[in-house]
């Protein structure tokens, strides 16, 4: 891969940022560091101009997130974020938009809900209903795994809106507030510390304009962002890898055993 020299540069700063700050840090999340990133800009990077972004590419991006992984820089709730304000970026509403946007370039964490204890790669299998009511919305259902909803400002959750047509159809995307009466999280225990939750949304009113995108389309709409996913996912795994494989080789070379490193 031939990078640029200000993409060299750009991958130079991120990693003497997280030498200088990330290392000593053991939380899955550290709201400090990560409004510290949000000041310099980075969080933006694949956010357009328009919307106060850096408006960079893919590569950009890929970078950050390989370098941020390979370092073990605890912002845990980057990519949830980033592949949430995408959905917002190409099917939110102006003024959403830039709500939302707005907020994540702050160094807010945003979230997506979809999986729920039935319903996990087989999204068409979501029960989680969004019932017309008085010019809104009432949510009523379970869902699990969320990352970040414990942290995050917005949630972007997938319900279903009409049983009618095929199991991919009559799923609708909503715009969830943090704090929204009827709804109750519930964090999930791994070993990786709290970093997943169980949400449950009891009689939980929304406005109409709370729908992102169009009413119906979700399963479209989020077919839409998985490449985008699955891309920001691999970054991550790369940078994880690589330190890995590092941390490995240094291990072998300075333990010894028997007078010799155990590596040879």
């Not at 999986?115 to 996990?120: K, R």
Request: proline share 3%; hydrophobic share 40%.
């Amino acid at each position: 891969m031939t990078l640029t020299t200000e993409q060299r540069d750009f991958v130079t700063a991120v990693d003497g940022f997280c030498r200088r700050e990330a290392g000593s840090r053991d939380t899955p999340h550290d709201d400090a560091l990560y409004r510290r990133m949000a000041e310099l800009g980075w969080l933006g990077i694949a956010v357009p101009a328009e919307y106060g972004g850096a408006g960079q590419a893919m590569l950009d991006l890929v970078l950050f997130l390989e370098t941020t992984a390979y370092h073990q820089a605890p912002i845990g709730g980057f990519a949830t974020s980033v592949i949430t304000a995408a959905s917002y970026e190409k099917f939110a509403g102006e003024d959403r938009k830039r709500e939302v946007l707005g907020d994540f370039l702050r160094g807010e964490v945003l979230a997506v809900s979809m999986s729920e204890p039935g319903a996990g790669s087989d999204i068409g299998a979501l029960t989680c209903k969004a019932a017309r009511r008085d010019g809104g919305w009432v949510l009523d259902g379970q869902k699990t795994w969320c990352s970040n909803a414990h942290l995050a400002r917005h949630i972007l959750l997938v319900a279903r809106t009409s049983a009618d047509g095929g199991k991919h159809d009559g799923l609708t995307m909503f715009s969830v507030p943090a704090g929204v009466d009827g709804l109750a999280i519930h964090g999930i225990d791994t070993m990786g510390g709290r970093e997943v939750n169980d949400l449950y949304f009891t009689g939980c009113v929304l406005p109409e304009d709370a729908v992102v995108g169009e009413v119906g389309q979700g399963w479209r709409q989020l077919m839409a962002g998985l490449n985008l996913e699955r891309m920001i996912l691999a970054a991550l795994m790369l940078g994880t890898g690589r330190r890995a494989f590092d941390d490995t080789v240094s291990y072998i070379s300075q333990r010894k055993q028997f007078g010799r490193p155990v590596g040879s």
